[in-house]
Nanobody, 129 residues
Framework: QVQLVESGGGLVQAGDSLRLSCAAS????????MGWFRHGLGKEREFVAA????????YYADSVKGRFTISRDNAKNTVALEMSTLKPEDTAEYFC??????????????????????WGQGTQVTVSS
């Protein structure tokens, strides 16, 4: 059974930085794509960032490009989301997710939540103005 556990959320001020981490267990972590999504109050779930199994290819939503960085450490079974220049509109619960699809398929479907087979419980990020 795959388990994903997020950590690192919290309350910060606009302009601050925060680092989220997701620890995976029960799976051959290094073989699959990973993603981060967020769900703000009264909003739809939104894609934030994704990373290929090798870590060499990354994808970002336009709203976070240049401010967020996704990375992974396959030896430690972790994926991180470094967030900088945070804005109040970044306030949301952040979820990491693992996709079991083939890498070539992941490169075209990473935006779709249905691509992901396993999800963490989420970690709350609140950015005050």
């Amino acid at each position: 059974q795959v388990q994903l556990v997020e950590s690192g959320g919290g309350l910060v001020q606009a302009g601050d930085s925060l680092r989220l981490s997701c620890a995976a267990s029960g799976h051959t972590f290094g073989s699959y794509g990973m993603g981060w999504f967020r769900h703000g109050l009264g909003k739809e779930r939104e894609f934030v960032a994704a990373i290929s199994w090798s870590g060499r290819v990354t994808y970002y939503a336009d709203s976070v490009k240049g401010r967020f960085t996704i990375s992974r450490d396959n030896a430690k079974n972790t994926v991180a989301l470094e967030m900088s220049t945070l804005k109040p509109e970044d306030t949301a619960e952040y979820f990491c997710a693992l996709s079991g699809v083939a890498p070539t398929y992941f490169s075209t479907t990473y935006l779709d939540p249905n691509t992901y087979d396993y999800w963490g419980q989420g970690t709350q990020v609140t950015v005050s103005s």
